[in-house]
């Protein structure tokens, strides 16, 4: 310890304001042997917050598969990595940035946008597509359009600047996001298999390196505020939403990109949550070295910034380096070309330690140990949720036209053409299918393959029974991998819950990751990289928490090899036979039509038989293979009654569908059973017949043709395909006309 070290007097204020414990605090003081600084608080306050060391969640993240011949890298890196051949891989993650978003959410959004951004291009990939997954609240509650527009307008505004094409998302509605939204953001890129950079800082006396953007106070505590639920303060907490500025993004990327054309490089890495704190200690940590810092020599925009806000400060637009000696001269002409700051503000050492000077003193000295691998991990108390009850008193279908109707105008289902309309989906004109089908699909430039990419979770199944809805989401975005004719090849999560430390929040997380890490195994589709965000609750007047739903969102990549025998959902042309792939046992628990035209949330959510789930996937891609179906769309929320609508609006194109008169009606239209498809054909035998070699239920249900969907039970009932079109249009534009834009 250096004798220059001041430790101030922390008080018990101070430590509770840091969201420490009483006995994190004692580790704190073990592991210095010694009070802290307030710098050195700070700096433990940031690396154990969950937000960073994911101490109630690692224990059980360990469950979930993670390799596979084709992982290059898995959880551990700023993204995960995967093999696509011909000296090319895929990179991408998912990150969360909820609390942001709900606090300020133009720039909550904007800069989740970057940040995940940035996680990819740390490792020397060009970044391709961007998706996102957004849940909110009842949307007639009185702040729920103006964080619709917002968040829409953030991820917009930050994607179409820098030049990435968003091509796809989702969009939930409930009560439980109330208030609490969540908002999260994947990017994948694509790199040379033998150009990918890693984090772990290597080689004593090699100069660590600060470029991009000056540091300034936005975003300070933005770790630790994202590891604590909302009170009715969140208004206060404005300050620590960062500010974004995606022109800046962008120069950064083409700087980046140029010097890592070069050999100039050992280690990168973002400066994403907890600012240079979090960046310096993992690239020291991994690489199992020390660093030292010279905090006089760190950017900045405002004047008088002490080494607490430095360290602590989430500014945008950041990277840290450790370069090879003597090629800083080199380094700095690029991003000074490039417009950005560059600055040497340190170097490896051989300490193990975090070193801070400062105005010639030590500001801070703190072993690395206990800021990284040696981070207090806990395993929660947790309960499983209880089993619903059986589904009982199932209503009948009483007007088929009026619930398909209803469910199409209903704001899970509603087009989101309003959202992806603001979106940028072209950019680099590499975007084969953009938002509304299974799955968005992007050429890989310069070659006859693509990737294809979904983000899916259905978070009522999670919250009825947590292992089964963690096994579907994994299912479904394994299934709209296949439905476009890609061979799924891994994915990353986004863990979003409430308070861990109650045991009833913590058994829904244990279950899902259960569920996932079943589902992954049996598909063979490893979990590669994501982010844990606990704590999304708010806290009632009476100190009780009201959580999200748990939503363990999932983010699929797969590979198509040839890009033009990417199926889409759109029916193609009339006298086509329509067929139902996958067996129909009509389950009406959690499902939508439940909820939307009975006002019931009841029953158990449909089971994931995952060998059926694989067997159907794998007839699915091989039927897109050999041309035998001209359109496919997996079925999920709403049942097959759903699916064959919106193929039918995307083909603008009717149905004739007949429902064998022994089938109760609503079970078989709008039951959520699994692990099916509904596909068209010129020669329906075929299809049936390949269905049968690969021991999966097929049945013709129907054919395409007319101006509507005609549904043949017992009696006949018709709904005009301009009819569907209507409801399935309006909700989003009826719900925005009068909010006023946000820039």
Same mark, same amino acid.
């Given at each position: 310890?250096?004798?220059?070290?001041?430790?101030?007097?922390?008080?018990?204020?101070?430590?509770?304001?840091?969201?420490?414990?009483?006995?994190?605090?004692?580790?704190?003081?073990?592991?210095?042997?010694?009070?802290?600084?307030?710098?050195?608080?700070?700096?433990?306050?940031?690396?154990?917050?969950?937000?960073?060391?994911?101490?109630?969640?690692?224990?059980?993240?360990?469950?979930?598969?993670?390799?596979?011949?084709?992982?290059?890298?898995?959880?551990?890196?700023?993204?995960?990595?995967?093999?696509?051949?011909?000296?090319?891989?895929?990179?991408?993650?998912? #990150?969360?940035?909820? *609390? &942001?978003? %709900?606090?300020?959410?133009?720039?909550?959004? !904007?800069?989740? @946008? /970057?940040?995940?951004?940035?996680?990819?291009?740390?490792?020397?990939?060009?970044?391709?597509?961007?998706?996102?997954?957004?849940?909110?609240?009842?949307?007639?509650?009185?702040?729920?359009?103006?964080?619709?527009?917002?968040?829409?307008?953030?991820?917009?505004?930050?994607?179409?600047?820098?030049?990435?094409?968003?091509?796809?998302? #989702?969009?939930?509605? *409930? &009560?439980? %996001?109330?208030?609490?939204?969540?908002?999260? !953001?994947?990017? @994948? /890129?694509?790199?040379?298999?033998?150009?990918?950079?890693?984090?772990?800082?290597?080689g004593v006396g090699n100069p660590v390196v600060y470029v991009g953007s000056k540091t300034g106070r936005d975003g300070i505590h933005g770790a630790t505020m994202a590891s604590a639920d909302f009170s009715e303060d969140s208004e206060?907490?404005?300050?620590?939403?960062?500010?974004?500025?995606?022109?800046?993004?962008?120069?950064?990327?083409?700087?980046?990109?140029?010097?890592?054309?070069?050999?100039?490089?050992?280690?990168?890495?973002?400066?994403?949550?907890?600012?240079?704190?979090?960046?310096?200690?993992?690239?020291?940590?991994?690489?199992?070295?020390?660093?030292?810092?010279?905090?006089?020599?760190?950017?900045?925009?405002?004047?008088?910034?002490?080494?607490?806000?430095?360290?602590?400060?989430?500014?945008?637009?950041?990277?840290?380096?450790?370069?090879?000696?003597?090629?800083?001269?080199?380094?700095?002409?690029?991003?000074?070309?490039?417009?950005?700051?560059?600055?040497?503000?340190?170097?490896?050492?051989?300490?193990?330690?975090?070193?801070?000077?400062?105005?010639?003193?030590?500001?801070?000295?703190?072993?690395?140990?206990?800021?990284?691998?040696?981070?207090?991990?806990?395993?929660?108390?947790?309960?499983?949720?209880?089993?619903?009850?059986?589904?009982?008193?199932?209503?009948?279908?009483?007007?088929?036209?009026?619930?398909?109707?209803?469910?199409?105008?209903?704001?899970?289902?509603?087009?989101?053409?309003?959202?992806?309309?603001?979106?940028?989906?072209?950019?680099?004109?590499?975007?084969?299918?953009?938002?509304?089908?299974?799955?968005?699909?992007?050429?890989?430039?310069?070659?006859?393959?693509?990737?294809?990419?979904?983000?899916?979770?259905?978070?009522?199944?999670?919250?009825?029974?947590?292992?089964?809805?963690?096994?579907?989401?994994?299912?479904?975005?394994?299934?709209?991998?296949?439905?476009?004719?890609?061979?799924?090849?891994?994915?990353?999560?986004?863990?979003?819950?409430?308070?861990?430390?109650?045991?009833?929040?913590?058994?829904?997380?244990?279950?899902?990751?259960?569920?996932?890490?079943?589902?992954?195994?049996?598909?063979?589709?490893?979990?590669?990289?994501?982010?844990?965000?606990?704590?999304?609750?708010?806290?009632?007047?009476?100190?009780?928490?009201?959580?999200?739903?748990?939503?363990?969102?999932?983010?699929?990549?797969?590979?198509?090899?040839?890009?033009?025998?990417?199926?889409?959902?759109?029916?193609?042309?009339?006298?086509?036979?329509?067929?139902?792939?996958?067996?129909?046992?009509?389950?009406?628990?959690?499902?939508?039509?439940?909820?939307?035209?009975?006002?019931?949330?009841?029953?158990?959510?449909?089971?994931?038989?995952?060998?059926?789930?694989?067997?159907?996937?794998?007839?699915?891609?091989?039927?897109?293979?050999?041309?035998?179906?001209?359109?496919?769309?997996?079925?999920?929320?709403?049942?097959?009654?759903?699916?064959?609508?919106?193929?039918?609006?995307?083909?603008?194109?009717?149905?004739?569908?007949?429902?064998?008169?022994?089938?109760?009606?609503?079970?078989?239209?709008?039951?959520?059973?699994?692990?099916?498809?509904?596909?068209?054909?010129?020669?329906?035998?075929?299809?049936?017949?390949?269905?049968?070699?690969?021991?999966?239920?097929?049945?013709?249900?129907?054919?395409?043709?007319?101006?509507?969907?005609?549904?043949?039970?017992?009696?006949?009932?018709?709904?005009?395909?301009?009819?569907?079109?209507?409801?399935?249009?309006?909700?989003?534009?009826?719900?925005?006309?009068?909010?006023?834009?946000?820039?």
């Amino acid at each position: 310890m250096s004798e220059s070290i001041t430790p101030d007097h922390i008080d018990s204020a101070t430590i509770a304001d840091h969201g420490f414990t009483e006995e994190e605090y004692q580790r704190v003081l073990h592991a210095l042997g010694r009070e802290p600084n307030l710098t050195e608080l700070g700096i433990f306050s940031v690396m154990w917050s969950e937000h960073c060391s994911y101490k109630s969640s690692r224990v059980h993240l360990r469950k979930l598969p993670t390799k596979a011949p084709w992982v290059i890298q898995g959880p551990g890196e700023n993204a995960g990595v995967v093999d696509i051949g011909d000296g090319l891989a895929a990179i991408f993650k998912m #990150e969360s940035h909820n *609390h &942001p978003s %709900y606090i300020e959410p133009y720039q909550g959004a !904007a800069t989740g @946008v /970057g940040g995940i951004l940035r996680d990819v291009f740390t490792m020397g990939a060009r970044p391709v597509a961007n998706l996102n997954a957004l849940r909110f609240g009842r949307p007639d509650h009185p702040k729920m359009r103006h964080l619709i527009a917002g968040v829409v307008s953030g991820i917009g505004g930050y994607g179409n600047c820098v030049g990435v094409p968003t091509v796809g998302g #989702e969009v939930n509605f *409930h &009560p439980a %996001y109330d208030g609490n939204i969540l908002v999260n !953001a994947m990017t @994948v /890129g694509i790199a040379a298999t033998d150009r990918i950079f890693y984090s772990a800082a290597a080689g004593v006396g090699n100069p660590v390196v600060y470029v991009g953007s000056k540091t300034g106070r936005d975003g300070i505590h933005g770790a630790t505020m994202a590891s604590a639920d909302f009170s009715e303060d969140s208004e206060e907490k404005r300050p620590t939403v960062q500010v974004g500025d995606p022109f800046t993004e962008k120069l950064l990327i083409e700087a980046c990109l140029e010097l890592m054309a070069s050999d100039a490089i050992v280690a990168i890495q973002d400066m994403g949550a907890a600012g240079l704190t979090s960046s310096s200690v993992e690239m020291a940590s991994k690489g199992g070295v020390g660093v030292e810092l010279d905090m006089n020599a760190v950017p900045c925009r405002e004047e008088g910034m002490t080494p607490y806000e430095m360290m602590l400060s989430e500014s945008q637009e950041r990277m840290l380096m450790v370069l090879k000696p003597g090629r800083e001269a080199e380094a700095e002409a690029i991003f000074r070309k490039w417009e950005l700051d560059f600055a040497v503000i340190g170097k490896v050492t051989d300490t193990g330690h975090l070193v801070l000077k400062w105005n010639g003193e030590t500001a801070a000295d703190i072993p690395l140990g206990p800021l990284g691998d040696d981070a207090p991990c806990y395993e929660r108390p947790w309960v499983r949720t209880d089993p619903p009850a059986p589904l009982t008193d199932i209503p009948e279908a009483a007007d088929v036209a009026a619930d398909l109707l209803r469910l199409m105008g209903s704001p899970d289902l509603a087009s989101r053409r309003w959202i992806w309309e603001q979106y940028d989906q072209k950019v680099g004109a590499d975007t084969i299918q953009r938002p509304g089908g299974d799955a968005a699909v992007v050429r890989v430039h310069g070659t006859r393959k693509a990737l294809a990419i979904t983000t899916d979770c259905t978070p009522r199944y999670c919250r009825a029974d947590p292992h089964e809805g963690g096994k579907q989401a994994i299912a479904e975005a394994w299934r709209n991998l296949c439905a476009v004719g890609a061979r799924p090849l891994a994915a990353t999560d986004c863990m979003n819950f409430g308070n861990p430390q109650r045991p009833e929040i913590m058994g829904q997380f244990v279950g899902c990751i259960e569920g996932m890490a079943e589902a992954c195994r049996t598909l063979d589709f490893p979990i590669v990289s994501g982010n844990v965000s606990l704590y999304n609750e708010t806290k009632n007047e009476d100190g009780s928490g009201s959580a999200i739903l748990p939503t363990p969102a999932i983010g699929g990549v797969g590979l198509i090899d040839d890009w033009e025998k990417s199926a889409t959902i759109g029916f193609k042309s009339e006298g086509e036979a329509i067929l139902l792939i996958g067996h129909t046992r009509g389950h009406l628990g959690q499902s939508l039509w439940l909820r939307e035209c009975h006002g019931r949330e009841e029953g158990p959510p449909p089971p994931v038989d995952l060998a059926a789930e694989r067997a159907a996937g794998n007839l699915i891609r091989a039927l897109i293979e050999g041309g035998d179906i001209t359109a496919v769309h997996d079925c999920s929320d709403g049942g097959a009654a759903v699916a064959l609508a919106e193929m039918a609006l995307a083909g603008d194109i009717g149905a004739e569908i007949s429902v064998p008169a022994e089938a109760p009606l609503a079970p078989f239209l709008f039951g959520e059973d699994q692990g099916r498809y509904v596909v068209t054909a010129r020669d329906a035998p075929a299809v049936l017949a390949l269905a049968q070699s690969h021991g999966v239920f097929a049945a013709l249900i129907g054919s395409t043709g007319g101006d509507g969907i005609a549904i043949e039970h017992r009696k006949r009932c018709a709904i005009p395909l301009a009819e569907l079109r209507r409801a399935h249009e309006s909700f989003f534009p009826g719900l925005m006309q009068n909010e006023p834009a946000v820039a």
